[in-house]
C-alpha cells in the first residue's frame, strides 16, 4: 500500500535508503515508516520537515544564552568560594583559640604559684623573727606564745606548700594539654593552608574561564540584531534561568510549564518568526527530542 495522507512526526528522525525508480530519485522510509511501506519522494520528505534549519534568529540566541548560562555558572562559584575561604579559616581559629585559652590558663596558674612563693617566704621570714625573740626572751609565757605563734605558721606554710604541689601538677597537665593543642594547630595550619591555595587556583581558573566566555558572548551577541538582543537581555534578566525555553510536548512552554496557546505553539513549530510564552514571555524554539 502506498504511503498517501499519512501525516509523520517531525520530530522523528530515521534513516532513508536513496533508489532510483524509472530515473526519479525516491526514499524509502525505515524505523517508524514501517508503519507506512512503500517508497517516499524527496519532495514529500522535505515537505515533512526531515530536512528543515532552525530559524537563524533562535540559533544565534541559544548560542548566546549557553554563553550567559556558563557565566552565571561561573559567577555563582566564584560567589562560593570567600564563604568556603571563611570556613576554612573558621577551622583554624577554633584552634587558634583552643591554644590561646590553655595558655591563658598556663598563665594564670603561673602567677598563682609566684604569688604562693611570696606568701611562703613571707611566714618563712616571719617564722625566723619568732624563733629569733623565742631565743632571746627570759620570760616562760613570752616564750610559750612565740612558739605558739611558730607553729601556726609553720602549719600555715605547710598548707601553702601543699598548694604549691596541687598548681604545679596543675602546669604539668596544662602543658601536656597545650602541646596537644599546638600539635593539632599545625596540622590544621597545613591542611587550611592548602584548601586556601586550592580555593585561590580554582578562583584563578574561574576567572580566567568568564573573562574568555564574555570575549566569546560579545561575539555572539554582535552578530544580533539590536532590538532582538535587547528583549533577550531583558528577559534573561527577569527570569533569571533563561530567556528561550524549549517548547515541550507541542503545547507547554519549558520555562513556566503552562499551556501556551494554538496560534503560540502553530507559529513556533513553523520557525518562521518569534515567538514567546503568553505566560511568562520567554522566547520559544522547537523541542527536537
Known amino acids: 500500500m502506498q504511503c498517501r495522507n499519512k501525516p509523520v512526526p517531525r520530530a522523528h528522525k530515521c534513516v532513508a535508503a536513496v533508489s532510483t525508480e524509472k530515473g526519479r530519485k525516491t526514499e524509502k522510509g525505515r524505523g517508524l515508516f514501517g508503519r507506512y511501506p512503500g517508497k517516499i519522494s524527496i519532495a514529500k520528505w522535505r515537505a515533512w520537515g526531515f530536512d528543515r534549519a532552525m530559524l537563524p534568529e533562535i540559533e544565534s540566541l541559544l548560542i548566546l544564552q549557553s554563553k550567559d548560562q556558563a557565566i ?6 566564584l560567589a562560593r568560594i570567600p564563604m568556603e575561604e571563611d570556613n576554612a579559616r573558621s577551622r583554624l581559629s577554633d584552634d587558634q583559640a583552643a591554644v590561646a585559652a590553655i ?7 603561673e602567677i598563682a604559684i609566684k604569688n604562693l612563693e611570696l606568701d611562703i617566704e613571707t611566714r618563712r621570714t ?3 623573727r619568732l624563733k629569733t625573740q623565742q631565743f632571746e626572751t627570759k620570760k616562760n609565757d613570752e616564750y610559750t606564745a612565740l612558739g605558739n605563734e611558730v607553729v601556726r605558721y609553720e602549719g600555715e606554710v605547710s598548707g601553702l606548700e601543699d598548694r604549691e604541689l596541687g598548681l604545679m601538677e596543675i602546669a604539668e597537665n596544662l602543658k601536656a594539654n597545650l602541646s596537644d593543642a599546638q600539635a593539632k594547630l599545625a596540622a590544621c595550619q597545613t591542611l587550611v593552608d592548602e584548601e586556601l591555595g586550592q580555593l585561590a587556583e580554582r578562583r584563578k581558573n574561574c ?13 555572539a551577541a554582535a552578530k544580533i540584531e539590536e532590538t532582538l538582543l535587547s528583549r533577550y537581555d531583558r528577559t534573561l534578566a527577569a527570569k533569571k534561568d533563561a530567556a528561550l525555553v524549549p ?16 496560534a503560540t505553539a502553530n507559529g513556533t513549530k513553523a520557525e518562521k518568526e518569534i ?11 522547537l523541542d527536537e527530542d
Open 103 to 109: 595558655k591563658e590558663k598556663l598563665q594564670a596558674n
Open 207 to 219: 576567572e580566567q574561564q568568564q573573562a574568555e566566555l564574555e570575549a566569546e558572548r560579545s561575539a
Open 126 to 128: 616571719t617564722i625566723l
Open 275 to 285: 515567538t514567546a510564552c503568553e505566560q511568562c514571555g520567554r522566547i520559544l524554539y
Open 247 to 262: 517548547l515541550q510536548h507541542g503545547t507547554t512552554c519549558g520555562g513556566c510549564h503552562m499551556k501556551v496557546t494554538s
Open 72 to 77: 552565571r555558572k561561573l559567577q555563582r562559584e
